[in-house]
């Protein structure tokens, strides 16, 4: 038993060593290959030689199940809203890190068991392995739906305070496109990242309506969706722009304002709780007490 325990454990180390390998290319492939313009130009983990030409024939088939599991376009798409560039494939690697950790924590459980209180059975062993390394897989992929839903938050606040500036700045005489890059290198925060991002689209030759949609798909916000397609039909049927986006700053303001009363009306059930299960069995042990106790004391 205490063999077989060994055995897991130094597996684990070498995958944890091949993970950290895989993620952190050497630094001569970093340098010369993205200069390189013959058939091994490009990415390091495409070159020959390099440790991530090896690495993919070890960790392909876990990212292909990691794929089925979580699904790669929700990753993709996960990845695009937390504003992280990179690849679907690195953030596979990372929580692939993840996954052995935990089975790591697994193995490191049972030996503490076999020295303290006695062999454990080897299936109880391996399902405890393995579940531990799906957890370590999931606790990863949550992370990331929770660094997603923070910023989608933060773009959500952030807008109505934008679409007023745009407003003001088109009031002013401004172009679309002018207004657009004047509030984008005065906005801060993840909503004024991604407007620099879609104004230097713009200055790479993208159109002005194809890079302002693409904000609206890249953040998957409700509210910026609508405010990027009323600016889009503003610009093509020529309506009013600062109207429409006064307009949209309005709704995005009352949205707020909806979600943030939705939000007190769950915090007062959720405060309700400690009263009904802590407070009042102690208010009513109190009040009842006494009474049992007289009935008990002067009763024959």
Same mark, same amino acid.
């Given at each position: 038993? *205490?063999?077989?325990?060994?055995? *897991?454990?130094?597996?684990?180390?070498? /995958?944890?060593?091949?993970? /950290? #390998?895989?993620?952190?290319?050497?630094?001569?492939?970093?340098?010369?290959? =993205?200069?390189?313009?013959? =058939?091994?130009?490009?990415?390091?983990?495409?070159?020959?030689?390099?440790?991530? #030409?090896?690495?993919?024939?070890?960790?392909?088939?876990?990212?292909?199940?990691? @794929?089925?599991?979580?699904?790669?376009?929700?990753?993709?798409?996960?990845?695009? $809203?937390?504003?992280?560039?990179?690849?679907?494939?690195?953030?596979?690697?990372? $929580?692939?890190?993840?996954?052995?950790? /935990?089975?790591?924590?697994?193995?490191?459980?049972?030996l503490v068991r076999i020295a303290l209180a006695g062999p454990l059975a080897p299936g109880a062993w391996l399902a405890l392995t393995l579940i531990s390394g799906l957890a370590g897989a999931?606790v990863a992929e949550q992370r990331l739906v929770r660094r997603a839903a923070r910023r989608r938050q933060r773009i959500a606040v952030e807008l109505p305070t934008v679409a007023e500036m745009?407003?003001?700045?088109?009031?002013? /005489?401004?172009? =679309?496109? !002018?207004?657009?890059?004047?509030? !984008?290198?005065?906005?801060?925060? %993840?909503?004024?990242?991604?407007?620099?991002?879609?104004? @230097?689209?713009?200055? &790479?030759?993208?159109?002005?309506? %194809? !890079?302002?949609?693409?904000?609206?798909?890249?953040?998957?916000? &409700? !509210?910026?969706?609508?405010? &990027? @397609?009323?600016?889009? *039909?503003?610009?093509?049927?020529?309506?009013?722009?600062? %109207?429409?986006?006064?307009? $949209?700053?309005? @709704?995005?303001? &009352?949205?707020?304002?909806?979600?943030?009363?939705?939000?007190?009306?769950?915090?007062?059930?959720?405060?309700?709780? =400690?009263?009904?299960?802590?407070?009042?069995?102690?208010?009513?042990? *109190?009040?009842?007490?006494?009474?049992? #106790?007289?009935?008990?004391?002067?009763?024959?």
């Open positions: 038993m *205490i063999t077989a325990g060994v055995l *897991i454990g130094l597996a684990g180390g070498v /995958g944890l060593w091949l993970l /950290g #390998q895989v993620s952190r290319p050497s630094n001569l492939g970093r340098r010369v290959f =993205p200069l390189v313009t013959g =058939p091994y130009g490009g990415r390091v983990e495409d070159s020959p030689g390099s440790i991530g #030409q090896l690495a993919p024939r070890l960790v392909r088939p876990l990212r292909t199940l990691l @794929d089925h599991l979580f699904g790669a376009h929700n990753a993709r798409a996960r990845l695009t $809203q937390a504003g992280l560039d990179e690849s679907v494939e690195r953030f596979r690697l990372h $929580q692939l890190r993840w996954a052995v950790a /935990g089975m790591a924590g697994a193995v490191l459980f049972g999931c745009l407003a003001f700045t088109v009031s002013a /005489g401004l172009a =679309p496109g !002018a207004a657009l890059a004047r509030v !984008a290198s005065r906005s801060q925060g %993840e909503l004024g990242g991604e407007l620099r991002r879609c104004c @230097d689209e713009v200055a &790479a030759g993208v159109p002005l309506a %194809e !890079a302002v949609r693409e904000v609206g798909t890249r953040t998957s916000v &409700a !509210a910026v969706m609508r405010l &990027a @397609d009323a600016f889009v *039909i503003a610009l093509e049927r020529g309506t009013p722009l600062a %109207e429409v986006l006064r307009a $949209q700053a309005m @709704d995005a303001r &009352a949205a707020g304002h909806r979600e943030l009363m939705e939000s007190a009306g769950r915090r007062e059930v959720m405060a309700l709780m =400690p009263v009904v299960f802590l407070i009042l069995p102690v208010v009513v042990v *109190i009040a009842v007490f006494p009474g049992v #106790q007289a009935l008990t004391v002067h009763v024959p």
